[in-house]
């Protein structure tokens, strides 16, 4: 009795901890394929459906083992994409290009329409129609009923574009090429969630009311993926380096720098960012915080003669994690769902940002309209930097409305002016500033990049890159929205105007010299893999 007890409670706990380590994406089960080169796949309220143009069937199957229930010939001679419309199948026929109406139980082919487009592929019912895809014209398609054309067209979210499900709210797409799944917006086609492929050739996906599933190609195996739980983000791709941060003065001229303050910005932990240690050199230093709570190293020299060398060096071992934030819109709340603190203290005005200004207050209010869900808000005004600014570096950093109605900016000038329109809008916004590793793991970086921060209830500190979102494909748009690479030593978290920074980061200096003495400041990131 004993024995099964502690039994029971071994089972209990690896469930849990199974559900605890959970996240979308997961896989929950698999079982095999019915077949060598399954395709399209749907539920019909109880079952799997799996479409195989080998074997030219449609197979039903149990979804809790994978069983084969029953099988009927494809109406076709290729059958791709499936779908369910809560009383019949549909099957999207690549070579002859029609879609089926199909009776589930006998096979019989009870209407068809012609694809608008050559080249047909995933197949989904939304609760009223058909979508389908084109993996050549990535594009992906509501159709008519009636004749099979076209009403709404949106672009595939990668390179070529396979199964598709519907949720209730969101399209999902299978990538093959990216091994990715996508939650799209159905509406703008923007991608919301990208989740990795369980394999490595995914086709079809089904949506049983709870669970994504999805069938690859190579593998020949059927996956029940988890579609959301209480996960906010996953980590990946750890990367262990000593990141050395040197900010060197040198003095020539005829006289002296009487007084030199060097600030070098200190990197905390973060939930993708955990610090080994810290070192600083030479030792007398200092360690300030500004308004934004930003640790700062203050490093003091006086009357430094001509032809001095100054270095002052941050030594930081740490484990970088790439960071993929699973953003369901539903779950940001509204604005009123933001502390207040955050809310007074990263909606305020600053010089760079001008959000009292009347060009800044009457584009925020055309962009964001009358939405109220920060996800969207921010989405909103991403899209809009997106599509109206040009990254160019023109010198400077100038004010947002100087920068958005020349058009162009750097990538500090795309945040800040996000950051302003966000402000104006209400929505808690800041920047980040960072180290970057450039190309191979030992790398120079004196070039460092700066992107904005959003507030989101539920999710808190979100990164969302502007500069970033200029890109023809809206998985690649996504990206620069929650997700990070393992690149970024994040050093600074600044809401504006600093009293050691100012509206740099990384770094700062203030000094004083004598008449005819001239200072160059050379500040750069090395980067080493660590080896522990």
């Not at 068809?112 to 939304?126: A, E, H, K, Q, Y």
């Not at 509406?187 to 492929?197: A, F, H, P, Q, T």
């Not at 940002?353 to 964001?368: E, G, H, N, S």
């Not at 570096?393 to 800040?416: D, F, I």
Request: charged letters at 25%; proline letters at 5%.
């Amino acid at each position: 009795m004993l024995k099964k007890y502690f039994f029971s409670v071994l089972i209990t706990f690896i469930f849990l901890c199974a559900a605890l380590s959970a996240h979308p994406g997961k896989v929950v089960k698999k079982f095999p394929a019915p077949h060598s080169f399954s395709t399209g796949m749907t539920f019909d309220g109880k079952n799997l459906w799996v479409a195989d143009y080998k074997a030219d069937k449609l197979f039903k199957l149990d979804i809790s083992s994978g069983e084969i229930l029953s099988q009927i010939p494809s109406p076709g001679f290729w059958p791709m994409g499936l779908a369910w419309d809560g009383k019949y199948l549909w099957n999207v026929d690549s070579k002859q290009k029609k879609i089926f109406k199909v009776d589930s139980k006998t096979g019989a082919i009870l209407y068809t329409i012609d694809t608008p487009s050559d080249n047909p592929d995933g197949l989904v019912w939304d609760g009223a129609t058909l979508w389908v895809g084109d993996y050549k014209k990535k594009k992906i398609m509501k159709i008519d009923l009636s004749d099979g054309t076209a009403v709404q067209t949106i672009d595939a979210p990668a390179s070529y574009p396979q199964g598709l499900a519907f949720d209730g709210k969101y399209l999902w797409c299978a990538d093959r090429m990216k091994d990715e799944i996508y939650m799209i917006d159905p509406n703008s086609g923007e991608v919301i969630i990208i989740l990795k492929s369980p394999g490595p050739y995914p086709r079809g996906l089904a949506w049983d009311g709870k669970y994504i599933w999805n069938v690859d190609y190579q593998n020949d195996e059927i996956y029940q993926l988890v579609r959301r739980d209480d996960d906010l983000y996953y980590l990946e791709d750890t990367r262990k380096a000593k990141i050395t941060f040197t900010h060197e003065v040198k003095i020539y001229g005829k006289g002296s720098l009487k007084n030199l303050n060097a600030y070098i910005a200190v990197p905390e932990n973060m939930p993708q960012q955990k610090i080994l240690s810290k070192t600083f050199s030479p030792q007398d230093y200092s360690i300030k915080k500004d308004r934004w709570n930003q640790p700062i190293a203050v490093f003091n020299y006086k009357n430094i003669q001509s032809e001095a060398v100054i270095q002052s060096i941050m030594e930081v071992e740490a484990e970088i994690s790439s960071i993929r934030y699973y953003i369901f819109p539903d779950r940001c709340g509204t604005i009123a769902d933001i502390p207040k603190d955050i809310r007074r203290l990263y909606t305020a005005d600053g010089s760079k940002y001008m959000t009292a200004d009347p060009y800044i207050q009457d584009l925020a209010k055309k962009i964001v309209g009358d939405e109220k869900n920060p996800y969207r808000m921010a989405r909103k005004i991403f899209d809009y930097l997106r599509n109206t600014l040009e990254y160019k570096l023109e010198g400077g950093w100038n004010v947002a409305p100087v920068v958005l109605k020349r058009g162009s900016g750097s990538c500090s000038e795309y945040t800040l002016s996000f950051i302003a329109l966000a402000r104006a809008a209400g929505l808690p916004a800041r920047y980040v500033g960072s180290i970057v590793v450039r190309g191979d793991d030992a790398s120079f970086d004196d070039v460092f990049h700066r992107w904005a921060e959003v507030y989101l209830p539920n999710y808190g500190w979100i990164p969302i890159d502007p500069s970033g979102g200029d890109k023809k494909l809206s998985r690649d748009r996504a990206m620069n929205i929650g997700n990070l690479s393992n690149r970024f030593l994040i050093t600074t978290q600044g809401g504006g105007d600093s009293k050691y920074l100012g509206w740099y980061y990384n770094y700062n200096q203030e000094y004083e010299t004598d008449a005819q003495v001239e200072v160059n400041i050379e500040t750069f990131g090395e980067w080493q893999p660590l080896n522990k």
